[in-house]
């Protein structure tokens, strides 16, 4: 079965430090990945996904910046993070989009950063 | 543009009672619809999906979906609606002309006092 893990569950970082969240699949291969963010425990905004590796789309203009080095890993990056950073990040993991596109996704458990 | 409302914040229900968690959507052609649930301080988890057929889906934990083309919606249900229910409730939709995105509602707490 297909389980996606994410690190750290919680981090705690001063203004201007760099930040590196990760988030890896296990149990399918050439997934669609992608980065949201949540704040104060309502919507969803999408950040980043990816289809493949090396291949990032952006949904938003931030700090924030995303790699995907292997096929199953997603990492999310700052160089210097702001206040407005904090929320509760969360990957998520779909079937690459074949003929039938009505896939879900499937999240992994989130990581709650706090910048102060 | 392409979004997904769900226009209440709160739901409270008794338990026993029936729950709706409603839902519209806007989107280019004949969409895929979602349901998610998210319980506190963890990720979301997949209830059901639309995608073609029968307008009445059924998915995890006892909920239902009904697609509702002229509507445009898309609403959540339960027969009997139980404490363990209490949570935070997503819907999405993905557009059949586009690749890999999905566009999700702003999100309901149902909440059911015992």
């Known amino acids: 079965s297909q389980t996606i893990h994410q690190w750290p569950a919680t981090l705690v970082q001063p203004v201007g430090s760099p930040l590196s969240l990760e988030c890896t699949v296990e149990?399918?291969?050439?997934?669609?990945l992608y980065w949201y963010r949540q704040a104060a425990g309502r919507g969803l905004q999408l950040l980043f996904y990816?289809?493949?590796?090396?291949?990032i789309s952006s949904e938003v203009p931030q700090n924030l910046s995303a790699s995907r080095p292997q096929d199953r890993q997603f990492i999310l990056s700052s160089k210097k993070l702001l206040l407005s950073d904090s929320g509760f990040y969360l990957c998520?993991?779909?079937?690459?989009?074949?003929?039938?596109?009505?896939?879900?996704?499937?999240f992994g458990p989130g990581t709650r950063l706090t910048v102060l | 543009a392409q979004s997904v409302a769900q226009p209440e914040d709160q739901v409270n229900v008794a338990e026993g009672n029936p729950l709706t968690v409603k839902c519209t959507y806007s989107?280019?052609?004949?969409?895929?619809l979602f349901w998610y649930v998210q319980y506190p301080n963890r990720g979301l988890q997949f209830l059901l999906k639309?995608?073609?057929?029968?307008?009445l889906v059924k998915g995890s934990y006892g909920f239902e979906a009904e697609f509702n083309k002229s509507q445009t919606s898309f609403h959540l249900k339960k027969p009997s609606a139980l404490v363990s229910d209490s949570a935070l409730y997503f819907c999405?939709?993905?557009?059949?002309?586009?690749?890999?995105?999905?566009?999700f509602g702003s999100g309901t707490r149902l909440s059911i006092r015992p």
């Open positions: 998520a993991w779909s079937v690459r989009a074949g003929v039938i596109r009505g896939e879900e996704q499937f």
């Open positions: 999405a939709s993905r557009s059949r002309l586009s690749a890999s995105k999905i566009i």
């Open positions: 989107v280019s052609g004949n969409p895929y």
């Open positions: 639309y995608i073609t057929g029968d307008n």
């Open positions: 990816s289809v493949g590796i090396g291949q």
């Open positions: 149990g399918t291969s050439n997934p669609n």
